[in-house]
């Protein structure tokens, strides 16, 4: 007599967990898209952000602004975008302060949604996946005491099924969920990072201003 095989493979362990192993894979797909899409996005606004940084910096001090723009245009990310809005408004002879911090501003304001776009998506499914797997929980501890309370008696053959139903869909809401947060910390702080340095980008457009002010002004004086 053969032995029997062992058939403990993921897609049987999918099928025993039950009806809310589909929302869980749902809640798993989602999230791995948005981790692929967020981890390239935030790497490339990282790789040259502090590079154009530094460069703007020597070319705005050397009194190269056009040349600082041209860089900033060929530079992708959000650094380089807050930089450009504010060169670009600096290009002009009859710029107004006002209007250049107005523009960083606005500039600053929309590239943090963009780089804040999918963490909501990641936070509902670092909570919802382990609810899911909870509730699923809950159904097959109710579909093995219906069996017991059918039969009028306890064998484990009748609340096996049930049990197995409630530890496969908690196990795929923790393994779900305990990534998925990770992941969405990570990117919170490569963001904050991103933040600081975009704020740096628009403290040295706003001191290229302010120093311009001042020699405007010295020389109408």
Not at 32 to 40: E, N, R, S, T
Not at 74 to 81: H, I, L, R, S
Not at 86 to 105: H, I, M, P, S
Request: aromatic letters at 8%; a neutral charge; charged letters at 20%.
């Amino acid at each position: 007599m053969e032995p029997a095989q062992n058939t403990f493979t993921l897609l049987n362990v999918f099928y025993d967990g039950g009806q809310f192993m589909y929302p869980l894979l749902i809640c798993s797909l989602f999230a791995l898209g948005v981790m692929i899409a967020k981890a390239w996005t935030l790497w490339a606004a990282h790789r040259t952000s502090r590079s154009i940084l530094d460069e703007a910096e020597s070319l705005i001090k050397a009194g190269k602004v056009a040349e600082a723009v041209r860089r900033c245009e060929e530079t992708p990310g959000p650094v380089a975008a807050i930089l450009l809005s504010g060169l670009r408004r600096v290009q002009a002879n009859d710029f107004k302060t006002e209007d250049v911090e107005k523009a960083v501003k606005t500039t600053g304001t929309i590239e943090l949604g963009f780089l804040e776009r999918g963490l909501p998506i990641l936070a509902t499914v670092s909570n919802v996946a382990p609810l899911l797997g909870f509730l699923g929980t809950v159904a097959g501890m109710i579909s093995a005491f219906g069996a017991i309370e059918v039969a009028g008696q306890v064998e484990a053959s009748l609340v096996a099924s049930g049990i197995k139903i409630a530890l496969i869909t908690t196990a795929a809401g923790l393994l779900i969920a305990i990534p998925v947060n990770i992941a969405y910390n990570f990117f919170v702080t490569r963001i904050d990072k991103l933040i600081a340095e975009m704020e740096e980008g628009a403290a040295k457009i706003l001191a290229l201003i302010w120093d311009m002010s001042d020699r405007k002004a010295a020389a109408k004086a």
